[in-house]
């Protein structure tokens, strides 16, 4: 059963700041990994989707990367501001099964 | 493009009557869609995987006679909640999976359900 984890829980970091956001998975046998954005009681806005056969990919100032091997992507935020501050979930297709989400990490940029 | 449409955003109601979330593709036809429920600074959990034309797929621990599917049309599937408790106050949200040259899962805005 793929398992997704979210390290850390809670981020604060003053604007400006590079910050990396981390994600691990059980199962290395995915199709595809995907970063999505919360903001509180809203939905879920997708960021970067990376397929398995990739290893980053870029969208202004994100880029998120997938070590398929290692069952790890990170979510690199350049020059943080504080309209970046959301919960920022990681999720993993694998197999016939829906997307299997982590827990999210909290962001908070201090202006 | 991609745009999934989830409504009410907001729903109160009295214990023990029912309430429907819509969820619609706007512009594309999806005949899978997802029903997630979110408590509060927690994770998505997938309650059931809506097909259309068939009968939903729950997730083990959900109720299918409590939360009913309805996956009528490629555009459009709906999650009754029948006879609501307090319990049952939460954050759902759906998803609509896209395939082809732009598969992926495009989410609606969410509903937040409040039983009293």
């Known amino acids: 059963k793929q398992e997704v984890t979210q390290i850390p829980a809670a981020l604060s970091v003053p604007e400006g700041e590079n910050l990396v956001l981390n994600c691990s998975f059980t199962?290395?046998?995915?199709?595809?990994l995907q970063w999505f954005r919360q903001d509180p009681g809203k939905g879920l806005t997708s960021l970067l989707l990376i397929q398995s056969s990739q290893r980053e990919q870029t969208s202004g100032r994100l880029n998120a990367s997938l070590d398929k091997s290692s069952g790890r992507s990170t979510l690199y935020i350049a020059a943080s501001q504080p309209g970046d501050s959301a919960t920022y979930l990681c999720?993993?297709?694998?197999?016939?099964?829906?997307?299997?989400f982590g827990k999210g990490t909290r962001l908070s940029v201090i202006a | 493009g991609a745009v999934v449409s989830q409504h009410p955003s907001r729903v109160i109601c009295k214990s023990g009557t029912s309430v429907k979330i819509e969820c619609r593709s706007l512009?594309?036809?999806?005949?899978?869609m997802f029903w997630y429920r979110q408590f509060p600074k927690k994770s998505l959990m997938l309650m059931a995987t809506s097909n259309e034309g068939s009968k939903a797929t729950y997730e083990q621990g959900v109720e299918k006679d409590k939360f009913l599917i309805n996956h009528a049309s490629l555009t459009l599937s709906t999650l009754t909640v029948t006879s609501a408790h307090p319990e049952d106050s939460s954050f759902y949200i759906c998803?609509?999976?896209?395939?082809?040259?732009?598969?992926?899962?495009?989410f609606g805005s969410g509903t937040r359900l409040t039983v009293v």
């Open positions: 199962d290395s046998a995915i199709y595809n």
């Open positions: 512009d594309f036809q999806a005949t899978t």
């Open positions: 998803s609509a999976l896209r395939t082809g040259h732009n598969y992926g899962y495009t």
């Open positions: 999720a993993v297709h694998s197999g016939n099964t829906p997307l299997v």
